[in-house]
């Protein structure tokens, strides 16, 4: 068994809740422009690191377990925060400036 990282456990996560909110393996490879493999592979290997089923695969589409419903339940306010703070990082302004002018014309203009 591979030590799994932290951006490890978000991603299959990640993988996890899309084909469960999708019904699909399939459809979450489309989502994650994946193959539905290798989303399978993904989420079996969350299921050997964590050491419990998580998802139930049918040929009609797949659910969670129960338990695979409550490690979603307690993931995804976790994910939902990450992503949030992600997006206000990339929104906020820096305050800094980057004035690009020829070195000439920069002394003029800078003192």
Partial sequence: MTAMTKNDILSKTKFLIEAVRLGSL???????DLSAPQISREISQLENDLKTKLLIRNPTGVR????????????MPLIQNLEQIEASIRQSTSHEAVLAVPLALGAEIIP
Wanted: charged content about 20%.
């Fill in 26 to 32: 399939g459809k979450a490879g489309e989502y994650f």
């Fill in 64 to 75: 969670p377990t129960s338990k695979g419903g409550i490690f979603i339940s307690k993931m």
